[in-house]
């Protein structure tokens, strides 16, 4: 039978153990895969959920005060495409062609949404549903390989899917 001081240096040494662990980014890799899809119960969430209760917010490491803060620099086409309308607009695409890449015929898996006119020059076109299409990953990279990222358009794009 072991103490609560005995438990308590066991844990101890194990902590300083893991920390020493984590420094190693093979660790940290073969750990990430390991978890990777791992499902938390119902009881290892409540548990999360009351010690997570007592901590405050650090807000006084926000915008300016943080470490990389560089004076709000996040680029206008992140912003969007992070946005609720962006999604909005994707999942409509998806939706309007039974998510299926319309290169390829594939239903499901790692599909894009991609802009029939350009994103970038085509402002006013950006979340218009007839302005997407559906294409798998595969597809989408092979697109932009051949054809570029920039000044992209609806002739460039069937050819492409008729090749």
Known sequence: MMTKEHKRKIGLANSRIMKKKWQN????????????????????????????????????????????WRGGITPENMKIRAGIEFGLWREAVFARDNW??????????????HHIQNFSSHTELRFAI??????????????????????????????????
């Open 100 to 113: 299926t890449c319309q290169k390829y015929g594939i239903k499901g898996g790692k599909l894009h949404t």
């Open 25 to 68: 980014p093979k660790y940290r890799k073969m750990m990430k895969k390991v978890q990777k899809g791992h499902k938390f119960s119902d009881e290892q969430k409540q548990k999360v959920s009351e010690r997570m209760k007592g901590n405050k917010l650090n807000l006084g490491r926000c915008n300016e005060k943080a470490g990389n």
């Open 130 to 163: 007839d302005n997407g299409i559906t294409l798998s990953e595969k597809a989408h990279r092979e697109f932009h390989k051949k054809y570029g990222k920039e000044n992209n358009t609806k002739e460039q794009l069937n050819e492409f899917l008729n090749d």
